[in-house]
């Protein structure tokens, strides 16, 4: 009987040190699955940082480009206004010095005009 315990101490300290070679073997793969793991999520998240910072660096650049076009539209724009502003207080200004030195013509251009407008938009029978 001494023997056969002698017998399964020997087993079971097989058994305990496969047990142990087992475990140690999983915790150094499942520790090297994560490690790989980690390095390749590290190399993701370090790609998508760098396409995020290339897009918001593209995005600032495009805004800087509209704002500069449209303030060069806007003083365009006012440039425009301001030409045609004096053109129009020419044209009231030639037509006030017309009305002044030929009054008669002047009614009778306008009763002309007028005559012609309300015959174009008056009503059609």
Same mark, same amino acid.
């Given at each position: 009987?001494? #023997?056969?315990? !002698?017998?399964?101490?020997?087993? #079971?300290? #097989?058994?305990?040190?496969?047990?142990?070679? !087992?475990?140690?073997?999983?915790?150094?793969?499942?520790? @090297?699955?994560?490690? +790989?793991?980690?390095?390749?999520? %590290?190399?993701?998240?370090?790609?998508?940082?760098?396409?995020?910072?290339? &897009?918001?660096? &593209? !995005? =600032?650049?495009?805004?800087?480009?509209? !704002? %500069?076009?449209?303030?060069?539209?806007?003083?365009?724009?006012?440039?425009? =206004? @301001?030409?045609?502003?004096?053109?129009?207080? %020419?044209?009231?200004? #030639?037509?006030? %010095?017309?009305?002044?030195?030929?009054?008669?013509? @002047?009614? =009778?251009?306008?009763?002309?005009?007028?005559?012609?407008? +309300?015959?174009?938009?008056?009503?059609?029978?």
């Amino acid at each position: 009987m001494a #023997n056969d315990i !002698t017998q399964d101490e020997g087993r #079971n300290g #097989n058994a305990h040190e496969r047990i142990e070679r !087992t475990s140690s073997r999983f915790k150094e793969g499942t520790s @090297s699955a994560v490690s +790989g793991a980690k390095e390749k999520f %590290d190399s993701a998240a370090d790609r998508v940082e760098s396409g995020l910072h290339h &897009a918001a660096d &593209a !995005t =600032a650049r495009g805004a800087h480009h509209a !704002t %500069d076009k449209a303030g060069e539209w806007r003083d365009r724009g006012e440039e425009l =206004a @301001s030409r045609a502003r004096d053109r129009a207080d %020419d044209a009231l200004g #030639n037509v006030r %010095d017309f009305v002044r030195e030929k009054p008669v013509q @002047s009614v =009778a251009i306008a009763l002309a005009a007028g005559w012609l407008l +309300g015959r174009l938009l008056g009503p059609r029978r």
